[in-house]
């Protein structure tokens, strides 16, 4: 074991700078720094040490000669060792120049040297590429935590957070906060739940969002909130879900949706800002219905050009030879410059919609021989240039009488042929060159539907929450064509991915009675569940709105990574687990008995 310092043995001897701000010291002054050791590398004469610490990387140089006790220290170092170092700044010389790090331009001359603790050998390089395997990073996070683009990761998260704070604190928000031991709440995903041991065989459940608190907080008159705030939710998870993850939670009354879209661009702009972006405002608006025939979604990615329904340019006895249904759109799809495709190019777009319903017409050139007048239609009416790659994508004639009403099967195909766009524009991205990640492309979708029908429970459910606003206009036919009925709900929209949604709230009892009703929720039903929230909805509720944003897909975006993993200090796996402290545990049988549960374990 190498013998170890306390810091006080060092006595006066203060850090004056991070290793990775070296480069603002100038030549030949003192400088004391504390941190890791990266690498050493043993020239005989000359020993390099890299040194990190959160700022970034520096070089340390031992000469053997000037300093053989210092030297001999030094050659027992080892990776992840903690040192402190103090010696004098100097300018490398011309041909030592180091342009991969900030701090190349300079190394300390190391004079005095103390180990302040040793370190096992650290279960992956840090500066490997590829870094270890994600497990790995997970299970020894601290040593993670060490890489510089870690670093870099909390450090935009802190400065976005930042950034949005002081936004919203410029605007007259308050930040309050809400429960985490609470009750069910209306997100729609399993709750996670907390046992209680004072009343046994009860539970509180973690917030899946603060959604009735902070319409509560409206109704007491706190007029405009938001909080950073940790939501929880038990569902399967993906590369950008985590069951606990964090929102900006905003709520604001006497609204109208233009102030709400208002404020929160504003808030983009800052967080953006904050992460070295510009961003220019007002976003784009879609209405969920035009954005679904449009681009097949109801999260858009912009970057790529719309779809078009080009039904129309077809004569119906064309239609009929193609064999497509002349009452669904069919889609033109464009994605530009692509080039020529090979035949085996063409064919292996098949694949792409095998699953789907829908018929393919991948062979532009072909068509355009059959139906020269209408392909030039098609052309002119896509936009198509020359070089882009159009396929059409309709629904086939032997399908007519494909399961559900004709709204229904009208979006399906929309779904269908939103999914082939995207699919195509991934797999010739490095073509067309137009899916640049800091592109970023931001727009809201409005007047979603306020129900889904839910086909397995036979059931109409909530789209968005139980305590969205209907539109006005759609109140009377709540009940005859709930389908139809459009929401006051709104999403926020980035390059494909939905940044946050919201919605202007119901605030009238009856309103919301009405609601939970068509939601097939027995008035006795909405009182258990809600009970508080309708007695508080008739204190005098003003009229309020809001919404939430994801905190750690927005970080992600701007970091430039897939996975919200990346961002969030301690995530856990895709199966819910903490590697690093090894949650979730069993509990001991001491702890089951004071909560009054047995466990059954699955067999
Ligand atoms: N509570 C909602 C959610 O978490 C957002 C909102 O309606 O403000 O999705």
């Known amino acids: 074991m190498t013998e170890t310092l306390q810091l006080d043995a060092l006595g006066d001897l203060q850090r004056t700078q991070y290793c990775g701000d070296l480069r603002l010291a100038h030549a030949g002054e ?27 990387l520096c070089q340390v140089v031992i000469n053997r000669e000037a300093n053989p006790e210092l030297h001999a220290r030094a050659s027992h170092l080892r990776s992840e060792y903690v040192i402190a170092v103090s010696g004098q700044v100097v300018r490398r010389d011309p041909s030592t120049l180091n342009p991969n790090i900030g701090t190349g331009e300079v190394e300390l001359i190391a004079q005095r040297l103390y180990v302040l603790n040793d370190a096992r050998t650290p279960p992956f390089l840090l500066d490997a590429d590829p870094v270890a395997a994600e497990e790995t990073r997970l299970k020894y996070r601290y040593v993670d935590l060490r890489r510089p683009e870690m670093q870099r990761n909390l450090r935009l998260r802190h400065e976005v957070a930042a950034a949005v704070r002081r936004y919203f604190d410029g605007n007259g928000f308050l930040e309050i906060e809400t429960p985490f031991m609470t009750r069910s709440t209306p997100e729609g995903a399993r709750d996670y739940l907390v046992p209680s041991r004072v009343q046994p065989g009860t539970f509180y459940a973690l917030p899946q969002s603060p959604q009735l608190f902070k319409q509560i907080l409206m109704i007491g008159g706190c007029d405009r909130y938001f909080q950073i705030v940790r939501c929880f939710r038990d569902e399967d998870l993906r590369a950008d879900r985590q069951p606990e993850f964090t929102q900006i939670d905003v709520e604001m009354s006497f609204p109208t949706m233009e102030s709400i879209f208002a404020m929160v661009e504003g808030m983009l702009v800052a967080a953006f800002a904050a992460g070295g972006y510009r961003i220019t405002t007002p976003f784009p608006r879609l209405t969920w219905e035009a954005a679904m025939m449009a681009y097949g979604s109801d999260k858009p990615d912009l970057r790529l050009p719309a779809m078009v329904d080009v039904s129309s340019a077809f004569a119906p006895e064309e239609l ?27 064919d292996e777009l098949r694949p792409l919609v095998a699953e789907r319903p829908v018929r393919l017409f991948e062979d532009f050139s072909r068509l355009a021989k059959a139906f020269p007048t209408t392909a030039a239609r098609v052309q002119e009416r896509s936009g198509a240039e020359a070089g882009d790659l159009l396929v059409l994508v309709g629904a086939p004639l032997e399908d007519g009488k494909a399961a559900g009403d004709a709204r229904r099967q009208r979006l399906a195909l929309c779904g269908h042929a939103g999914a082939l766009r995207l699919a195509l524009g991934q797999r010739f991205a490095e073509r067309h060159g137009r899916l640049d990640p800091k592109d970023f492309r931001l727009l809201w979708v409005t007047s979603f539907p306020m129900f889904e029908w839910d086909a397995e429970g036979q059931r109409w459910s909530a789209a968005h929450h139980p305590f969205t606003s209907p539109l006005d206009e759609d109140l009377g036919r709540l009940v005859s064509d709930p389908g139809a009925v459009k929401a006051k709900a709104y999403d926020i929209v980035l390059n494909g991915t939905e940044l946050g949604s919201g919605s202007i709230r119901i605030h009238q009892t009856e309103v919301q009675a009405a609601i939970f009703r068509q939601l097939g929720m027995s008035d006795a039903e909405a009182r258990q569940r809600f009970g508080f929230f309708l007695e508080a909805l008739q204190y005098g509720t003003p009229p309020h709105g809001g919404i939430a944003l994801g905190l750690d897909r927005l970080v992600m975006i701007l970091a430039g990574h897939t996975s919200i993993r990346e961002v969030i200090p301690f995530p856990k796996t895709a199966r819910a687990v903490d590697l690093m402290v090894e949650a979730p545990t069993e509990v001991s049988a001491v702890q089951l008995r004071d909560l009054g549960l047995q466990v059954r374990k699955p067999s």
């Open 320 to 346: 009929e030879q193609l064999k497509l249904r002349a009452d669904l759109p069919l889609f033109a799809i464009r994605i530009p410059q692509v080039g020529d495709l090979s035949r085996r190019e063409r």
């Open 30 to 56: 003192q400088a004391v720094l504390m941190g890791w050791v990266q690498r050493r590398r043993d020239l005989g004469a000359l020993l390099f040490l890299d040194l990190r610490d959160r700022a970034g």
